[in-house]
């Protein structure tokens, strides 16, 4: 029996490395081809985060460049906020008599003329005026100058000092207001 059972193990061991050698030759070909689809999936997973980013960056410079042309004129517009000012109080000045007086007629209708323009040409670039009295104070929109006694509920503008603008949402300049005192 010792002769048997030596050869039955010779035809197993002879047999085993036969039917090992596919088997490990395939495990190693899988190998570099799992690590080849791993590789695969890391470069397509970064591919997307780039064109991801690339989207994102495009996005924010279309809104940038938005916002750029939108509010481009605020620095002129806050200087041009000083002359509709004057021109305001130079209207405002103005006293009845001389306004009926046929001479001074054309240059009042001039000013009134040009006052107007002027709000249009606001208007058209979305500069517009803040309405202040009578409302509540909001200190995103207004700046309190004075508190002042009233009849009105405290918090509440009774007087506009300067008037205040905004461009398109942004603020362009705050009305400066005076706000009753409570109690």
Not at 7 to 25: C, S
């Amino acid at each position: 029996m010792t002769d048997e059972t030596t050869t039955q193990d010779n035809e197993i061991n002879e047999t085993k490395p036969a039917e090992a050698a596919p088997q490990a030759e395939a495990a190693a070909e899988e190998a570099p081809f799992a690590k080849l689809e791993a590789e695969l999936e890391k470069l397509k997973s970064e591919v997307l985060y780039a064109q991801a980013e690339t989207q994102n960056v495009r996005r924010r410079l279309e809104k940038e460049k938005a916002d750029a042309q939108a509010y481009a004129a605020t620095a002129f517009a806050r200087d041009i906020l000083s002359v509709a000012d004057n021109l305001t109080r130079a209207l405002a000045a103005i006293p009845e008599a001389l306004r009926e007086d046929e001479k001074m007629k054309p240059l009042v209708t001039g000013l009134e003329m040009t006052g107007k323009e002027l709000e249009n040409v606001f208007q058209r670039h979305g500069i517009s005026k803040i309405e202040a009295l009578g409302g509540k104070l909001d200190p995103n929109r207004h700046q309190a100058m004075l508190e002042v006694e009233s009849e009105a509920e405290p918090g509440t503008i009774v007087q506009e000092l300067q008037a205040g603008y905004l461009i398109k949402d942004r603020l362009l300049r705050p009305a400066l207001v005076s706000v009753a005192k409570a109690g």
